[in-house]
T-cell receptor, first 112, second 114 residues
Framework: GENVEQHPSTLSVQEGDSAVIKCTYS??????FPWYKQELGKGPQLIID?????GEKKDQRIAVTLNKTAKHFSLHITETQPEDSAVYFC???????????FGTGTRLLVSP | GAGVSQSPRYKVAKRGQDVALRCDPI?????LFWYQQALGQGPEFLTY????????KSGLPSDRFFAERPEGSVSTLKIQRTQQEDSAVYLC????????????FGPGTRLTVT
């Protein structure tokens, strides 16, 4: 089955810096890669996603890139703000299996 | 509009008790998923419904876990004879239709088994 690895497990940055979180997956059939933000005591919130037919997607300060050949994808957050502090999860799925397989999470801390 | 809601938000059970966790998906969403999230870990898939049909229950850890969605909207996850290792946050997610990738999560139910 699919296996998703995520790193780093923790990331501390200063406000205004950029943050990058990386994930790798094992199943070449995976074709959908969402990123979720989870704040303490809340459920995961979908922040951006990418499908296998594109290499990059941007939404304001966040972007995701996908390298299908290398089976890795990354989340980029620019101009970080303290409210970006949370745990971020990557995930993978494919058309045939609806379930999401999640990475282990990255705790992002943005210091003012 | 209203998102996915779950109840109760917190549940404490003594080992051996049965519990029932409820999920109200976003209105009109066809697909419904249950995930289990252990402390400090990512969510792990338990089971999936399309309308009232349970299409995948491969993630249920034992036959003590049972899920249903009899009318294709509200779903209940039942855990019989709870064990300490069942302590986790149980997350419900819904998506608009089959092959609609985006899954929207509820706030979860934190189950503590003492």
């Amino acid at each position: 089955g699919e296996n998703v690895e995520q790193h780093p497990s923790t990331l501390s940055v200063q406000e205004g810096d950029s943050a990058v979180i990386k994930c790798t997956y094992s199943d070449s059939a995976s074709n959908y890669f969402p990123w979720y933000k989870q704040e303490l005591g809340k459920g995961p919130q979908l922040i951006i996603d990418i499908r296998s037919n594109v290499g990059e997607k941007k939404d304001q300060r966040i972007a995701v890139t996908l390298n299908k050949t290398a089976k890795h994808f990354s989340l980029h957050i620019t101009e970080t703000q303290p409210e970006d502090s949370a745990v971020y999860f990557c995930a993978a799925s494919n058309t045939g299996f609806q379930k999401l397989v999640f990475g282990t999470g990255t705790r992002l801390l943005v210091s003012p | 509009g209203a998102g996915v809601s779950q109840s109760p938000r917190y549940k404490v059970a003594k080992r051996g008790q049965d519990v029932a966790l409820r999920c109200d998906p976003i209105s009109g969403h066809v697909s419904l998923f249950w995930y289990q999230q252990a402390l400090g870990q990512g969510p792990e898939f338990l089971t999936y419904f399309q309308n009232e049909a349970q299409l995948d229950k491969s993630g249920l850890p034992s036959d003590r876990f049972f899920a249903e969605r009899p009318e294709g909207s509200v779903s209940t996850l039942k855990i019989q004879r709870t064990q300490q290792e069942d302590s986790a946050v149980y997350l419900c997610a819904s998506s608009l239709e089959y092959h609609s990738y985006e899954q929207y999560f509820g706030p979860g139910t934190r189950l503590t088994v003492t």
